[in-house]
């Protein structure tokens, strides 16, 4: 018996129903697969390093110099420091950082022997907060053989690493008075002035005078200030044999300027342009150091870093 017409209605209904609802569906399961996808990638790579991945020098010096070294570092928490999203809402603030981190560097720069140096007062109001780590470093390096610069955005992870052999693993000669003169590391978008030491030489008195002149990357209302951009730039513009000669780029940018990475398009937008990058930057367990750069609950980081180490 044929089927009646109000049947065959129903039937056609029912089938452009779910025709209807397919890309739905299939937009469902591609939603669910990436942010899986996402979530086992992110616990991959914080297992980067027992899964083979060696950010330390293979072959340490056995022996290390003993030069002056000092840790320096700025906090500003003023209204200046502070970025707003359309709507009011606080991004990328600096408020609460430094009262979670602080103890933690001064905890670490007592246990190695050095001089954690805050630079705070030096902060030029003329500028965005970040441009007066050059001030900060121009006054240590006038007492220090070697000065350790850090974001006070960073959390020393692990306590067991000391400069030296982060410094002197990538300097294989070993000697304090001579070159490099800037060792540095570098991510997907080039060098990061995040964290970095410097030498105290004539050189170096040069280039950091020559990096607080580049006024005309200074940015205001920005989650960029321009003294990063300013770096990249005066690095691009030396010549080769300067370059070879007084810069050192990390090979690994997990060495002493580990990222965290956790689930975001963003996260895997970088992961697939450049899983390379990705891999040799990323934090996993038994890393120096975290920089906290581009995150917005800064505090919130560096208390649930400072928890688990």
Known sequence: MAP???DRCSLRRSIAKRRHL???LYLSISFFLSLLFLHLTSLL???????GRRCYPLSPPLSFPQPKIAMVTISDESKQSEIYYPGGWKRRSFVGVRDAVWGNKRMYAERMGYDFVDGTELVDRSRPPNWSKILAVRSSLRVYDWVFWNDADTVITNLDVSLERILFGLIVHGDVNSTPDLVVTEDLNGVNSGVFFIRKSDWSERFLEKWWDQTSFIQFGSTKSGDNAALRHLIDSLPNEELQLHVLISPMQCLFNSYPWFPSWKSLYR?????????????????FIVHLAGLDDKRGWALKLLQEV
């Not at 790579?45 to 899964?51: I, Q, V």
């Not at 992961?271 to 890393?287: A, E, F, M, N, R």
């Open 4 to 6: 009646r017409l109000s």
């Open 22 to 24: 397919r890309p739905f």
């Open 45 to 51: 790579l914080r297992r980067a390093n027992s899964l």
């Open 271 to 287: 992961l697939l342009v450049s899983p390379q990058k990705t891999w040799q930057g990323v934090y996993s367990d038994g890393d």
